[in-house]
């Protein structure tokens, strides 16, 4: 069986709030067996990523809380593909990403 991975389109702010911002974006057309999407955010001042956040969402769209005012982000979407085998009970995943990125200044 052949996963196919594609990258996120259409990356787009739908809502900006004091302490919060929701994305969506587009499904890469065509792709098969994503299972989850992965949101990697960070502050444009953590220039080592240091500090990055991690969020996930099984749909094509995210609202990212208790973030800081007066702050730009730097936002990476990436698709998480695995495939699942089972033989003599060992399990064994493939997991390939494939992102796109938004910049934004929150509140």
Known sequence: M??????VTSVRVAEVGAHHV???????????G??????????????????????????TNITLRRLRRQTVYMFRVSTIIARLFLALDVEMCSVFSVFSALILLVG
């Open 34 to 59: 994503i299972e989850l999407y992965e949101v990697s955010f960070w502050t444009r001042d953590d220039s080592s990523r240091r500090n990055i956040s991690l969020a996930y969402s099984f749909h």
């Open 2 to 7: 052949r996963v196919g991975i594609g990258r």
């Open 22 to 32: 929701s994305l969506v974006w587009q499904s890469p057309g065509g792709a098969s």
